[in-house]
């Protein structure tokens, strides 16, 4: 069973709405290796596990539960860079200009439409998520290096899209989560590791310069790319896999640790011209 | 932030597999009408929500934690039907038979080519889960409306899928989530109750007789049908919506309450002739 | 606009339930080469038609408007083939036994879980229709050649789809649907012939013995294969176009007609236990 | 049986081209809530429905009716707003210029590349339409609530894709659909009346300002909000659901009328550019 | 048994990068009438072929050949248009600005999240290539009318694309593959002649002004229209078929001759900021 | 450019029809993990590859050539499977019974609708091929480690439907394949060992006991897991990578040698009553 408190695992920073950078943050979000299949395909192979080894079943649901929060997070950031786009004009907007006329030249328009001016379950061409993106076939061996490319990926994306916008919230959200994505593959690299892989240099991929990345350096301070934040109300073995020297060759002891202690969720102001919620329309 | 402890929210009941039954209830896991849609409809509802009337986002919110749990069981359930499914023969049935053989002939094929003998993000037709089931329109009219569809939509279909097999395990599980979806339902007829609609005699949807699912009863002697289990570790404003009188013609007082105490997962054999999880063949 | 009236466009014969062939049936209606198809590809061509060779347009909408018909046909064929399938035992199946459990082994269970045993918008493999089926690239010669595959594709599929069941509603259905499927051919080769074509003795694809389709003689003794029910309430100009010697080997002299007289709808009897249409439940 | 008359239900207001509008327009025909769904959703719920309530069955079937000449209407608007985009050019364009070089920038790619400048089956953001947009379980009570979200959805997305153009025939076809579908909502909202639900003041939703959207305000005038257009050729029972107040707090008396008398379709020029339709190539 | 040289069908011209180009350029690769389908489409039809007729199998094998290499020609092209498209800045671009901010405005944001500055399988629109557009039904007749419809459409779609840009890389691709198109138009039109059909004036389908292409007129010279460059390293009959006059308006002899000499594919260069190869990263 | 000799990599081991081994068959061909998604991988990876290392292009190409020829051998051994399965009865089968009533119960249906009892671009579930399996997302390891995944998954799924039937051409065509993934798997895992990694025992995975499909056992005898078969026609590197020591436990040396000789392709016999190829039709 799953329990919640109402904290973020990482700040969403102030900064100007954005609908370009909304768009192509949708890929960390809905895309084919973004937190949405990362969940999913944690929750399945820990669900899905079979036999006594359980200490890696436990570093599978030890990561899925994370995930939970990290969509959380994208979500926040997306509907941030989403809130008060387009023209001011609520009220009278209808009848002297067409308020999102510009917004939607290079956004998502089902932000506008179906969203009012906030995330969905699309990657960043507008495609939904499907579920044959969840990779899990039951070898614990496959499933190991199928999370591995999924966290690589994962990294390998997130630079690319922090090239496409300089705001602020954006790239926050992106380089917390390159750094745990780094933990993430410290995590199944290791348990790879353990059935007697060695990586050699290989490790991060990519192996990404941490200057171009200025918001990373204090994660990674804080040592969350080798930390395993632990979200478990009882016992887990997931120490068992998840301690000793990093396989990356950036060196360090993995450790599980206390998860961060939590980030208000930002205020959604409400948009009376989208009927968003739409209350005040109840009492017109 | 997402937390977890080691327990199923219902029990699953000891039977024989069944692989035609773990076929059709893919529909309640994966389905457009399933529990990860209802999970993540609810998550983007209540992440996407606007304005400062919580006491609906956190009826939002209260209602998706316990999805989480949901596909949890419905994933276990599905487990015990297929796994052992097939004649024996580990080890060397490849040579003298086709062990598989009978097992597919009426299961979904991927639940052996894929999953190791076990669950799939796909409904009972083999389609996998896709995005675009989630409805969120940030109006929150039209998304109680939405869910009240989908837990009316959720009880209708699994009294159906009831009826195509008698396994034990299968049954139990329905039964339970039937239940579970009248107070879901309550819920959100009730949130609609609160901006100004009276059902009538309306509710539930269907208004299935209780006889003809005898697992159903011990539920509602319980009272699961008019309570709101909470998994919030912090505060929630979630019983200024989800009290007084039910909107069902059953009657009854809503109530938030403690989840179930829980129940262990079972244990999932390995299963050498698939390669699952495969350590042997490491060591072989 | 488009005006209704409550008659079926062909007879519906009495025969037994048959959900395996309900399951292969909906090729014809949702599939890639079915009615939906049909109906949407020569709606959208017709709607989109540039220029003033209106007679083109109105050969296109012609069809287009029969196709409607055949989507209801077909939909009440499927409903006679599913409707009461499954053991007895509304009202108490639900401890006794599992009235499902046969009929779905066979069945698309989707038909049982979705439709309360009825149509649904898939094909035979439960695949849902899918929007880029519709060609039209406003360029008349491609669209009358994709026409004459599609119309050839149809009865080629419907041929194949015969040899599944001898069901006698299936068939005549098919009977039928193949006997106008070569009308429809008829009329995309012909406007071909207009362009310049001489077909020579392809036509019709494929050439069939029609001593193999019994059921198909009464309608090519009726002259169905050459001719255009006319659903227009104006004028039309397709008579410029269809009229004269058929492009097909099989000869005769196609004219434009008045459409059947109709024949009714079956009556859908209630499903108590699929609380379909659940008034009943209303009551209770 | 169906039958066509050459008319268009509404007006198309003429104005200059405009690709973007048009792009996000097809969200109206083609997306998961726009006229082709309602269409096929109604079709098929009218075309399954069980039992002896008719009344119901009709009122299904007669809004059905009139969502077929919707899709028209919208198509032919999305054909205005895109025919002659581009620049100048057919004929020497290939050689000293790119036409479509702007065009394209915010428009969507197939409406040039396989529609001539005309409509597709897709939605706003191209995605093709999906036969599991069709919601029918047979069960009344849970297909009329759907129906109430999916026109209660229509008019908000409606509102919303508004303010993305002041385009002149973009806004007309949009005001005349906003009026239509609160007259749908009304029709699903009084049928779940008779079923004993009182609504309070919860519709129209969204509660939109009428003076927002001032191309409203004339169907309003003309009562199209309480009427329902008659499509049928023979009886109907549609009336005993569709009369007496209307649901909606704005009041009224609901009536079935028949249908506006109808306004001629705009002629399409050839494109020879595009070779759309292409006949003068075949004389070149 | 399929063979290799490292040789381009056709040159690529150098020309400036032009992501808005690449991207409606996939529709030729991925798209639902682009190289990806006809390479499918032809191989599953000469690998399914039935009967002794043979020269029709080695004539479907013959273009299904070509087409591979075509694809390899698009990719490449694809890859040109985008390889340093956005700002300088590999290296400090990260802190400083956002390089990509500016290309992926009118591209798809996909180039430079999944590809690294290339090729996709994917279409215009970005959505993924189906395995349904592959047609093969085992009917001669009905797959080559089919195969003409797709040549057709491949012609007509690239017409349209060739406004798009006047880019060189793009319209000298363009131009080649439309001669090619009509090469494989008249393969299958001719083998429908050798079927009995007499096709008039009908083809080129559709018949554009070469004069507004003028890419194409040296591959009219070099008689590639009516040429079918043989790939297959043992005897094949398909010149049975393919020789003699051209079905086309246009006339001459078809002839089955040897494939261009081949040109060199061009240098890829490394992407350091996109990590591809990422090469340099495991040595930093 | 690509050539072509018609040769099968492998022989068809003549046997029976089986129709549900050809369906399940089909994940072979057009799954997720099957051969259309190796070969495209590749294509696209090889293709689009970045910089000077091109000893790798050269490995991605090599391999992605012989996919082409497995791809050619999975459809001629579904194509047995399906040949002849029904009853006898072309010719007057249409009238006497139903010869494909049987036949559908365990099939895909589409293999007797599309299909002329023939192979399809789908996957064991009939879901049709996607373009989204294709993984290239242009940095080496990445790739490489993807690739070994879906090598590793191939033989799992492989081993997993050879428990499906006894029938000797669908497992002498898994057991070559199985073989042949395992010289793949080891061509990924040892350029991955040029980069620094060090495998230990984990390779082949899974680590199958080959004595439980004894049809493997001649292709290890001749090598073939060690061996690349080489089908470029002009200059490769690939044997700067394809050399030395095998990274897995069963040692052996890699080794770039002549593909095998080549086998005749099995003769497809008309079916006169699906009318494929349907020329007799044209005389009849």
């Given at each position: 069973?799953f329990?919640?408190?109402?904290?973020?695992?990482?700040?969403?920073?102030?900064?100007?709405?954005d609908?370009?950078a909304?768009?192509v943050l949708?890929?960390?979000?809905g895309g084919?290796?973004g937190?949405?299949r990362?969940?999913?395909?944690?929750?399945?192979?820990?669900?899905?596990?079979?036999?006594?080894a359980?200490?890696?079943?436990?570093?599978?649901?030890?990561?899925?539960l994370?995930?939970?929060s990290?969509?959380?997070?994208?979500?926040?950031?997306i509907?941030?860079?989403?809130?008060?786009a387009?023209?001011e004009g609520?009220?009278q907007a209808?009848?002297?200009?067409?308020?999102?006329?510009?917004?939607?030249k290079?956004a998502?328009p089902?932000?506008?439409i179906?969203?009012?001016?906030?995330?969905?379950?699309?990657?960043?061409g507008?495609n939904?998520?499907?579920?044959?993106?969840?990779y899990?076939h039951?070898n614990?061996?496959?499933?190991?290096?199928?999370?591995v490319?999924?966290?690589?990926?994962?990294?390998?994306?997130k630079?690319r899209?922090?090239?496409?916008?300089?705001?602020?919230?954006?790239?926050?959200?992106?380089?917390?989560?390159i750094?745990?994505?780094?933990?993430?593959?410290?995590?199944?690299?290791?348990?790879?590791?353990?059935?007697g892989v060695?990586?050699g240099k290989?490790?991060?991929?990519?192996?990404y310069?941490i200057?171009?990345?200025?918001?990373?350096?204090?994660?990674?301070d804080l040592?969350?790319?080798?930390?395993?934040?632990?979200f478990?109300l009882?016992?887990?073995?997931?120490?068992?896999?998840y301690?000793?020297?990093?396989?990356?060759?950036?060196g360090?002891?993995l450790?599980?640790t206390?998860?961060?202690?939590?980030?208000?969720l930002?205020?959604?102001?409400?948009l009376?011209?989208?009927?968003s919620?739409?209350?005040?329309d109840?009492?017109?």
């Amino acid at each position: 069973m799953f329990f919640y408190r109402e904290d973020l695992i990482n700040m969403i920073v102030p900064d100007k709405p954005d609908p370009a950078a909304a768009k192509v943050l949708q890929e960390t979000l809905g895309g084919q290796f973004g937190e949405m299949r990362t969940m999913m395909q944690f929750f399945f192979q820990s669900s899905n596990f079979r036999g006594q080894a359980t200490q890696y079943r436990d570093l599978l649901r030890g990561v899925f539960l994370e995930e939970l929060s990290h969509i959380e997070l994208v979500q926040q950031t997306i509907n941030q860079l989403l809130t008060g786009a387009g023209a001011e004009g609520a009220g009278q907007a209808g009848i002297d200009g067409a308020p999102l006329d510009e917004a939607i030249k290079h956004a998502n328009p089902h932000h506008y439409i179906m969203g009012a001016q906030s995330s969905l379950p699309v990657d960043a061409g507008g495609n939904p998520w499907l579920g044959n993106y969840v990779y899990d076939h039951g070898n614990l061996v496959s499933n190991l290096l199928d999370n591995v490319v999924l966290e690589s990926t994962g990294v390998l994306q997130k630079t690319r899209i922090y090239e496409m916008s300089t705001n602020k919230a954006f790239r926050e959200t992106l380089g917390f989560l390159i750094v745990r994505d780094n933990a993430h593959q410290n995590a199944f690299a290791k348990a790879l590791e353990t059935l007697g892989v060695n990586w050699g240099k290989l490790f991060p991929v990519p192996n990404y310069d941490i200057n171009k990345y200025p918001e990373c350096q204090k994660y990674v301070d804080l040592g969350y790319h080798n930390a395993q934040f632990n979200f478990r109300l009882d016992q887990t073995r997931i120490a068992e896999i998840y301690s000793g020297q990093s396989p990356s060759r950036n060196g360090g002891e993995l450790q599980v640790t206390e998860p961060p202690q939590g980030f208000p969720l930002p205020y959604m102001p409400e948009l009376p011209n989208e009927h968003s919620p739409g209350l005040h329309d109840l009492n017109a």
